[in-house]
């Protein structure tokens, strides 16, 4: 008998230290942080970076590695990989820096840290790739802390692998003793998913300019919001030296609810939104930044460099983890005018004292130097200087049901003021080999004029037709724009004409060129393909066209102005030269006009009021073909290429580029049906993206998702689709019927379901009481046979097969419950799903019955090889 209460003794104290490790992860975290020290001159933290904090939580200790500045204002990086492959969530943040050697830190997380040194100094960059701020941390500046329930996501397939921690290190004179410093941050992380995701909107003035000596110039930033709530809990501001004070709102129904203002020469830290602010479906992010230009004496633009300016307003929020968005910009002003009623707070400089503004910013040090020095001077690559992030990835909304609309070839398409869709298409009319004769001129007037609706206005959520015009108007349709009022302007090839219609109106309401008569003065086109009003002046551009290579601009009565453009060349093709001048985009931030030259597969931009030649955008991955081109406020520019040539490689996609660059930041393809020739391309401010074919008669729409990943698991029999993505702004759920519920409507029903952080322990808990119970179970059945069999020498027996049985339990040398063994037995276990199949390069969809596919539009034969018109 005393061998059996021997066991259950051992069983009970393997019980009671098994539980022992599965304590409260957050009270282990919390007398972590309290016994934690934070001397400059000691780096324990360094010595152990990584914390156990439980089975879900551990702590990650970013220090840099004893450093010594060596002159003031110096800023220096370090990065440290997250120590675990799985997606992980960033729940607090502990600084460990001293005012009197930190001016601030900033924390990112990226994939590609830009050095991988102990540390470095971070005018060599910090990532090569996409970084986010996480934290920032700044002397005499609140701390930031996350609600309850709320992480940043990092880890997994898309979230970052690397924090690269930034030390700005302000009066180098408390480094007098040469001690070295290791400050940092402590984060603390869990494996536990979140209900709440945090994330970064960054608003962003592109194009300011400040006039010298002008005492006061704003800059003013604005934007809808068109997503599921968020809601906010932190700021920030920046700007340079000319900055004064920066003020966020959001704007409900005319009321102006402030966010946040802070004046950019305190410490640039995150603060803390006062007042809870929620942002919904319908609202508008407001931003001001004030300057002046005194003591100038040219002009400063918004720029990286210390000489520059920026108008910078983060904003730090949290969303229900299914509806997230991990980062979001607004770079534009949506409605100048509001701007009238902004509060008369946002215009007031606010005092600040002459010992905070010291090297708030460290680019005061750097402009002395460059005010000295006239020779140019590699400046600092901080956190603020790229404009454009790109931390999405476009890919087809596959429930969009737009795509099996009854169409004919689709030439045209364009967004009407109100964000709805316009298809612009030719009903049962083709343009193939016999639609023109070797003059151009239209050989198949005996049909009429197309009998459908040539003009479509989509619902862009659920591809509902909300009205519909041009029947008997059109022969062969093809470009397509509305300008500010919402007037359509058409292009018509077989007629060599421009259309301007009202919304409602059966007539148009202005002609330009001669009905059916093709020519290449001013008062005729050959083929125009396409025409763009300008917002502005209301001028128009019209491309004219297959038979013609040049750009003619009207006034807006339509009076002569001017044309520029010739054929091309033989050879190289030459700027402002043009082989099918196919589409038209305006930039009016840059005051250009870009051009998709079709046949010399590239875009040209010009100056919109000279017709000066300003660039050319043309990459290998264009092939020989390019069609189209849109671009969206905010500086990016879409496009789409032809077929490629026998023997070419090139396929054929959409193209995502940043306008500033020029260089391609994506390539997009669909998955249900193929490009076969996609004809146009136009995209929304919120980065969605259609595109219409003229072979496949068909629209697709694309949106912009966190690097989206689909993947199916199947468990216990039920087959469930993950969306693996830190934002999905469209959802795409297979086999999942489309809701065309408003993130509005939904918003009445919005609950947040916070996550019980006893489940898991109780859970846990009990399945390591089951085995232990099957082993109590054993061990009295041994006993029971072990006394009928052997008597009294039972005891010594029992204990000799216990001890066993706990042997293989502990392991070798161990002196408690070892289950690691245990689970990494199933490491053939995986919870990796299905990639999907990849549509790229499959076969066109296309009748072969009709031998029209391949000539449903048709050019004068340009120089070989023969290439397809549209």
Known sequence: MAGLINNLLILLLVFQNTCLGFKNPLSVFKRYKDTTRSLSSECLGNNRPVISLGLTDFALDIRMPGVTPKQSDTYLCMSLRLPVD???????????????????????????????????????????????????????????????GVGFKVGGETGSKYFVLQVHYGDVSAFRDKHKDCSGVTLHLTHQRQPLIAGMYLMMSVNTVIPPGEKVVDADIACHYQKYPMHLFAYRVHTHRLGKVVSGYRVRNGQWTLIGRQSPQLPQAFYPVEHPVDISFGDTLAARCVFTGEGRTTETHIGGTASDEMCNFYIMYYMEAKHAVSYMTCTQNINPDMFRNIPQEANIPIPVKSDMIMMTHGHHHEETKKTD??????????????????????????????????????????????????????????????????SFVYQQRGLGPIEQNTILVIDPSNAEVLD????????????????????????????????????????????????????????????????????????????????????????????????????SSVGEAKPGQFRIPHSLTLVPEFGQLCVADREN??????????????????????????????????????????????????????????????????????????????????ASEDKTVYVGDVHAKTVWKFTSTEKMEHR????????????????????????KPVSTESPKKWEKHHMVEQASPGISFVLITTLLIIPIVVLLAIAVFIRWRKTRVYGADADHKLESSSGRILGRLQGKGSGGLNLGNFFASHKSYSRKGFDRLSTEGSDQEKDEDDGTDSEEEYSAPPPPPVSSSS
């Open 86 to 148: 799985e997606e992980a969530y960033v729940v607090d943040f502990r600084p460990q820096a001293s005012m009197d050697t930190v001016h601030h830190m900033l924390l990112f997380g990226c994939n590609v840290p830009s050095s991988t040194e102990n540390y470095w100094d971070c005018d060599e960059g910090i990532c090569t790739d996409k970084s986010n701020i996480l934290y920032a941390w700044a002397r005499n500046a609140p701390p930031t802390r996350l609600p309850k």
């Open 373 to 438: 020095d006239s020779s140019s001077l590699k400046q600092p690559k901080r956190e603020e200087e790229e404009v454009l992030d790109q931390d999405f990835h476009i890919e087809e909304a596959v429930d969009w049901p737009g795509v099996n609309l009854k169409l004919g070839q689709v030439s045209g398409l364009a967004l009407d003021p109100k964000n709805n869709l316009v298809i612009f298409h030719r009903g049962d009319h083709v343009w193939d080999r016999n639609s023109f004769d070797s």
């Open 468 to 567: 519909s015009t041009g029947k008997n108007l059109f022969y062969l349709p093809h470009g397509l724009s509305i300008d500010k009022d919402g007037n359509y302007w058409v292009t018509d090839v077989a007629l060599h004409q421009v259309f301007k219609l009202g919304v409602h109106d059966k007539e148009p309401l202005l002609i330009l060129g001669r009905s059916l008569q093709p020519g290449s003065d001013k008062n005729h086109f050959c083929q125009p393909t396409d025409v763009a009003v300008d917002p502005v002046t209301g001028n128009i551009y019209v491309s004219d066209g297959y038979c013609n290579s040049r750009i003619v601009v009207f006034s807006p009565n339509g009076m002569f102005i001017m044309q520029w453009g010739e054929e």
């Open 601 to 682: 597969g590239r875009i040209q931009c010009f100056r919109s009021e000279t017709g000066e030649f300003t660039r050319e955008i043309k990459h290998k991955l264009f092939g020989r073909e390019l069609f189209a081109v849109s671009y969206i406020p905010g500086g990016l520019l879409f496009a789409v290429n032809g077929m490629p040539y026998p023997g070419d490689i090139e396929p054929v996609q959409g193209f995502m580029m940043n306008f500033s660059t020029g260089e391609i930041m994506d390539t997009f393809i669909p998955v249900r049906k193929n490009f076969e020739m996609p004809h146009d391309v136009v």
């Open 712 to 735: 199916s698991v199947k468990k216990a029999g039920i087959e469930v689709q993950e969306i693996k993505a830190e934002t999905v702004i469209e959802a795409k759920l297979k086999n």
